[in-house]
């Protein structure tokens, strides 16, 4: 069996008071709090006086500053009743349709703690952004419970890709996770067929090292690296003086033709 409840209407509005003047008077009260802030939640009378004239030239009423304090008083209700609704075990507050979800026997005990939440029974607090703005400042948030993750004393085997699992010997004072036999790492082969030379491992692209050796007969011999001499030259008489093209004037000798030892 549903419970029956009237509309939200009869809960909020009768006199003075509709949808209209509550807008009238939470919006200009926000305006002159941005426009000059005081401390506390207490709103001065004066600011109070200036909603009350704005508010009865927007519709030509006769509100008093004691009629704006006391609906002020209920504006806060609202949004205290909502906050304490919406946070209830249970309850579900489904903000695209503007409606609040419980079950039967939830809002029974909501009921019975406070008659006032069945205003949001058929939907949701309609000035939920302004009534947050005016009253809502000064709100502490509460943080979700902190997830405890409780440390086991046993060990689980963990399937991975780096090798086989080694079991560690049996120890109680010790959590350990299992050992892990690293296996050799994959080892690329540049050449297919086996070779026994070494210079047939080495690049292609670098050249080997030739240099001059003296040999027994005063000359010259051009060998390579690791190798024996290829061949001799020839021991020259006398040192040459000069480049050998006459028209260049760049001698491949420190000793030039028109050179002459200082004395």
């Not at 210079?199 to 390579?224: F, H, I, Q």
């Amino acid at each position: 069996m549903s419970i029956d409840i009237p509309n939200q209407k009869t809960f909020f509005y009768n006199g003075k008071w509709t949808p209209k003047t509550d807008n009238l008077l939470l919006s200009n009260i926000i305006r002159m709090r941005g426009a000059r802030p005081w401390q506390g939640n207490t709103i001065p009378d004066s600011v109070v006086l200036e909603a009350a004239a704005a508010i009865n030239q927007e519709i030509g009423g006769q509100l008093t500053v004691t009629d704006l304090n006391i609906r002020l008083k209920v504006l806060r209700e609202r949004y205290t009743t909502f906050n304490q609704l919406v946070t209830t075990k249970g309850v579900y507050w489904d903000i695209p349709y503007h409606v609040v979800l419980a079950a039967e026997e939830v809002w029974k005990k909501i009921f019975q703690r406070n008659a006032f939440a069945g205003a949001y029974y058929h939907r949701d607090e309609p000035a939920f952004n302004q009534l947050a703005t005016m009253f809502g400042l000064s709100d502490i948030k509460v943080e979700d419970e902190p997830e405890v993750i409780v440390i086991s004393d046993t060990t689980e085997v963990v399937e991975h890709g780096l090798g086989k699992n080694a079991y560690s010997p049996t120890d109680t004072e010790e959590v350990t996770s299992p050992n892990t036999c690293i296996t050799p790492r994959v080892r690329r082969k540049l050449f297919t067929e086996a070779t026994t030379s070494k210079e047939d491992r080495k690049s292609s692209n670098v050249a080997p090292a030739y240099y001059l050796v003296s040999c027994n007969k005063g000359g010259l011999m051009l060998k390579v690296e690791n190798q024996a001499p290829c061949h001799s030259i020839p021991p020259t008489k006398s040192v040459p003086k000069s480049s050998p093209n006459v028209s260049s004037s760049a001698s491949w000798s420190p000793f030039g033709r028109d050179w002459k030892p200082t004395s």
